[in-house]
């Protein structure tokens, strides 16, 4: 397994709130106009446990000839806001010049977008331009599920100097998302987290959810897998919104929806004494099934193995099909007599039986190979 990446950040950055409450960003996809930021940023004041207020200046479209953002004049509304509602202001940044106009404009809080996160020349073009501050910046996840990019992105910035990074877990891009907008694949921000659990990782769950619909599920979700916040598309008036109208809500479905998401703690409330050691009990047991697991898995290994070297004393190709259909269908039968999810148990056994062919790849192929070389 590859080494955890050794980021240097700060303990105490105005990424993380010092009481453990989540921390919560919104504000509209795009900044359209001074009335319709400064009327959802009062609205979004209203709401409490709003931390940061977001908007769009620069907007990365899909295609041409969709609305770009404002640019720079846009900045001065924002600054207007921090000056009126006391909010910090964040912006998206995706390349220097966009650095230099937020750092003069008094920007508190920059963000790096999927598609920029995706580009290590740009990355590092923003991470040279701001060298020197220690803004807070937030970096979302590439486009595509690699964690490696991902990951170099805030090596980069931290290499830069910067010491207060977070990241965005906003989902990714595939042929079909449905019913999502981008794929959440969970797995991926439970990994960043085991690499990474010094960075504060907010969940985007408009741009996972892609409709209002989606919201709440996937806010509720990103909590209970520990992230530490959450970025919401509001808007004063979604139905007329230049951006992403569909899954923008607006600040009174904004605070409902705080209101009713759930917020757990990975230690979980005060805990009596007798409920520790139940907890501690039910994982000794679990770790004692792992172990087990582990045992079955290397003496089925081993017979893979002996199986492998059968077949190439008798000629025979490594996989069977007819004695996989019979496994798959056996064993999917007994799973669901033991109350086991079919897609779970299918695709363990997938892994099981990729991994027995691989074994004897070994044993018929890789051993003849060597001896030739
Ligand atoms: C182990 C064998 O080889 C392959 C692997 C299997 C397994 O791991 O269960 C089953 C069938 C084959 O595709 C076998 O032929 O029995």
Same mark, same amino acid.
């Given at each position: 397994?590859?080494? *955890?990446?050794?980021?240097?950040?700060? &303990?105490?950055?105005?990424?993380?709130?010092?009481?453990?409450?989540?921390?919560?960003?919104?504000?509209?996809?795009?900044?359209?106009?001074?009335?319709?930021?400064?009327?959802?940023?009062?609205?979004?004041?209203?709401?409490?446990?709003?931390?940061?207020?977001?908007?769009?200046?620069?907007?990365?479209?899909?295609?041409?000839?969709?609305?770009?953002? /404002?640019?720079?004049?846009?900045?001065?509304?924002? *600054? *207007?806001?921090?000056?009126?509602?006391?909010?910090? /202001?964040? &912006?998206?940044?995706? #390349?220097?010049?966009?650095?230099?106009?937020?750092?003069?404009?008094?920007?508190?809080?920059?963000?790096?977008?999927?598609?920029?996160?995706?580009?290590?020349?740009? /990355?590092?073009?923003?991470?040279?331009?701001?060298?020197?501050?220690?803004?807070?910046?937030?970096?979302?996840?590439?486009? #595509?599920?690699?964690?490696?990019?991902?990951?170099?992105?805030?090596?980069?910035?931290?290499?830069?100097?910067?010491?207060?990074?977070?990241?965005?877990?906003?989902?990714?891009?595939?042929?079909?998302?449905?019913?999502?907008?981008?794929?959440?694949?969970?797995?991926?921000?439970?990994?960043?987290?085991?690499?990474?659990?010094?960075?504060?990782?907010?969940?985007?769950?408009?741009?996972?959810?892609?409709?209002?619909?989606?919201?709440?599920?996937?806010?509720? *979700?990103?909590?209970?897998?520990?992230?530490?916040?959450?970025?919401?598309?509001?808007?004063?008036?979604?139905? /007329?919104?230049?951006?992403?109208?569909?899954?923008?809500?607006?600040?009174?479905?904004?605070?409902?929806?705080?209101?009713?998401?759930?917020?757990?703690?990975?230690?979980?409330?005060?805990?009596?004494?007798?409920?520790?050691?139940?907890?501690?009990?039910?994982?000794?047991?679990?770790?004692?099934?792992?172990?087990?697991?582990?045992?079955?898995?290397?003496?089925?290994?081993?017979?893979?193995?002996?199986?492998?070297?059968?077949?190439?004393?008798?000629?025979?190709?490594?996989?069977?099909?007819?004695?996989?259909?019979?496994?798959?269908?056996?064993?999917?039968?007994?799973?669901?007599? #033991?109350?086991?999810?079919?897609?779970?148990?299918?695709?363990?056994?997938?892994?099981?039986?990729?991994?027995?062919?691989?074994?004897?790849?070994?044993?018929?192929?890789?051993?003849?190979?060597?001896?030739?070389?």
């Amino acid at each position: 397994m590859s080494p *955890k990446p050794q980021i240097d950040v700060l &303990t105490e950055s105005a990424l993380i709130n010092a009481d453990g409450s989540p921390l919560i960003i919104a504000g509209p996809c795009s900044a359209e106009s001074e009335e319709q930021v400064m009327a959802t940023a009062h609205g979004i004041k209203a709401i409490p446990g709003v931390n940061i207020y977001r908007a769009g200046i620069w907007k990365p479209r899909t295609r041409p000839n969709s609305f770009e953002g /404002v640019g720079v004049p846009g900045l001065k509304w924002l *600054k *207007k806001v921090k000056a009126e509602t006391g909010l910090r /202001v964040a &912006t998206e940044v995706a #390349n220097a010049m966009h650095v230099y106009e937020s750092l003069k404009a008094g920007i508190d809080v920059m963000w790096i977008g999927a598609r920029t996160t995706v580009n290590p020349f740009t /990355v590092q073009e923003i991470a040279d331009a701001l060298r020197g501050t220690d803004i807070p910046v937030l970096v979302k996840n590439p486009v #595509n599920p690699d964690l490696q990019l991902w990951i170099g992105a805030i090596e980069r910035l931290n290499q830069a100097g910067l010491r207060q990074i977070g990241a965005i877990h906003r989902g990714f891009s595939t042929f079909d998302n449905a019913p999502y907008r981008n794929l959440p694949k969970w797995n991926s921000a439970i990994e960043f987290k085991r690499l990474l659990p010094e960075i504060p990782l907010i969940c985007d769950p408009s741009h996972i959810a892609g409709n209002r619909e989606l919201l709440l599920p996937v806010a509720q *979700k990103a909590m209970d897998l520990a992230m530490d916040g959450l970025m919401i598309e509001t808007h004063i008036d979604p139905s /007329v919104a230049l951006s992403d109208a569909a899954q923008q809500v607006t600040p009174e479905n904004l605070g409902k929806m705080l209101a009713s998401i759930r917020f757990r703690k990975p230690e979980g409330e005060e805990l009596a004494e007798e409920d520790h050691h139940l907890l501690d009990e039910m994982r000794k047991q679990i770790d004692e099934l792992d172990d087990e697991m582990v045992e079955v898995f290397a003496r089925r290994a081993r017979l893979s193995r002996k199986i492998g070297e059968y077949k190439k004393a008798h000629n025979m190709t490594i996989y069977q099909v007819k004695r996989w259909d019979q496994i798959i269908a056996d064993r999917l039968e007994h799973a669901r007599k #033991n109350g086991l999810d079919e897609t779970f148990m299918k695709s363990v056994l997938q892994s099981i039986h990729q991994y027995s062919i691989n074994i004897q790849n070994d044993v018929l192929n890789k051993q003849e190979q060597a001896a030739k070389a």
